[in-house]
């Protein structure tokens, strides 16, 4: 393994771990549209730091887990280092597969208590608000189902996400 194939794999899964992060948003963007009808300049406040988190974040994970290689080359990261190979047996793509499980597995863990926590929220609060709209523990409760439905899909479906940020590694390769 060369340095270059360390550097991929760390930035790879760097590029994992913040869609984890990016899960953070969803609850919050729900938010901003259930009040929408509430104070104007708050919301478009709100509404320009989401959608700049969130192009952000974009932008990230797509230089991350699509173009890293040229992240290395724009941050020098092979600079200074000597070009000796490791040997290890791990395919790159079985590199990534374990960090999607391991990542969906630390995701579904986390999404399971959160679901009873929130619906336990909704409840609590359902006499105070008609419908689920109205209940600001609404967005929390959705967010932590797609969590776990994501988490899940991530821990079974590993095979799939790593072949598909692999093959857009390089888009003119042909697919196998």
Sequence with gaps: MTSKNLWTIIIKITGIYLIWH???????ILTVIIYLGQ????LISTAVVLVSEIVINIILLYYFLFRT???ILKLKLENGLDEETAKLNIDQTNVL??????LGGVLFVDAIPLLFNYLFAYYQHGDAYNGFKQNPSSPWVLFAFLKGIIS???VKENKL?????????NPSEPQQ
């Design 97 to 102: 597969r374990i960090a999607i499980i391991i």
């Design 161 to 169: 996400i790593a072949n598909f940020i692999e093959q857009q590694k």
């Design 152 to 154: 899940f899909f991530m």
């Design 39 to 42: 104070d104007k300049t708050q």
């Design 69 to 71: 290689d040229w992240v």
């Design 22 to 28: 990016f899960t953070f948003l969803l609850p919050q």
